[in-house]
């Protein structure tokens, strides 16, 4: 319960918010602190406090924006989330001609747009080299790192390499975006909405181009494990068949017996479907 003494600065507090003098209303808040936990009648005077200050903090003094920070910062008294995001966006404002300053008041709210920008790490720009006319810049790894492979499974690359041997004058790509291997403006009203989009965010195991002609397309493979047996895996499977269908490519889906598969078994299979051109 509040003391004759506190109900009198909470009705001080009160007259400073309608006078909007801020610091005195502030420091009574500090001054009463410990009431901030339990008294509910200070509890309110600082809502109200807090409520006419929120929408003013672009026109606050620098000394009461500090005064706010320390007060939900010291666990005095918790501000609301919106408002202590804006009073930590009003102070990255207020000192965006002093970087290092601005970056600590932005470590409270690393997630607002205008914080993060601020938290990014630093990149010197790289310079222009001249190499023989031409501008050239070399942005170098910062650590050292295996990239990933292209292939998912050991399977996958025997394979892609036996494709290459079946066709040694042709240019043989793993992984190829169906997007790539039709025209997709051609086909799409032949297409209904699942498969138009599923043209455009699906790839293709092993894509045979014709150097000769333009780098077009001429065969396609999908190499299918256990798991296409799924009935999701199995209508995914269906689009992508009858996408290429109507864009006039042939699809040959090679399910193998078994992972231990080698090069030269998927050579021989190869050679045999394009031989009897089915």
């Given amino acids: 319960m509040s003391t004759p003494f506190s109900q009198a600065d909470v009705e001080a507090l009160y007259r400073h918010v309608q006078?909007?003098?801020?610091?005195?209303?502030?420091?009574?808040?500090?001054?009463h602190r410990s009431a901030l936990k339990t008294d509910p009648l200070w509890r309110h005077a600082a809502a109200l406090l807090i409520q006419e200050l929120h929408p003013r903090l672009p026109e606050l003094s620098?000394?009461?924006?500090?005064?706010?920070?320390?007060?939900?910062?010291?666990?005095?008294?918790?501000l609301p989330e919106a408002v202590f995001t804006d009073l930590i966006v009003e102070l990255v404002r207020r000192h965006a001609d002093r970087p290092e300053i601005a970056r600590r008041y932005a470590r409270w709210c690393?997630?607002?747009?205008?914080?993060?920008?601020?938290?990014?790490p630093s990149v010197a720009p790289i310079a222009w080299e001249n190499w023989d006319g031409f501008a050239v810049q070399?942005?170098?790894?910062?650590?050292?790192?295996?990239?990933?492979s292209l292939f998912r499974s050991r399977q996958e690359f025997v394979f892609f390499q036996a494709v290459r041997e079946v066709f040694p004058t042709y240019l043989v790509y793993p992984?190829?975006?169906?997007?790539?291997?039709?025209?997709?403006?051609?086909?799409?009203?032949?297409?209904n909405e699942e498969e138009r989009r599923y043209a455009l965010q699906a790839l293709v195991d092993c894509a045979v181009f014709d150097p000769d002609d333009a780098y077009r397309p001429r065969?396609?493979?999908?190499?299918?494990?256990?798991?296409?047996?799924?009935?999701?895996?199995?209508?995914?499977?269906?689009?992508?068949?009858?996408?290429?269908?109507?864009?006039?490519?042939?699809?040959?889906?090679?399910?193998?017996?078994?992972?231990?598969?080698?090069?030269?078994?998927?050579?021989?299979?190869?050679?045999?479907?394009?031989?009897?051109?089915?």
Avoid at 62 to 78: F, P
Avoid at 138 to 146: K, M, S, W
Wanted: hydrophobic share 40%.
């Fill in 19 to 31: 006078d909007q003098a801020w610091t005195p209303a502030l420091d009574l808040l500090y001054r």
């Fill in 62 to 78: 620098q000394a009461v924006l500090e005064q706010l920070l320390l007060l939900h910062t010291g666990r005095l008294y918790e």
């Fill in 110 to 120: 690393p997630n607002h747009p205008e914080c993060a920008r601020l938290l990014e």
């Fill in 138 to 148: 070399r942005h170098l790894p910062t650590q050292p790192a295996t990239p990933p």
């Fill in 175 to 191: 992984n190829v975006a169906l997007s790539c291997l039709i025209e997709y403006e051609r086909v799409a009203d032949r297409l």
């Fill in 219 to 278: 065969y396609c493979f999908e190499l299918d494990s256990p798991l296409h047996a799924v009935a999701e895996r199995r209508m995914r499977d269906m689009l992508k068949t009858r996408i290429l269908q109507q864009a006039g490519l042939p699809l040959y889906r090679i399910r193998p017996p078994s992972s231990a598969v080698d090069r030269t078994a998927f050579v021989a299979l190869l050679r045999r479907l394009l031989q009897t051109g089915s």
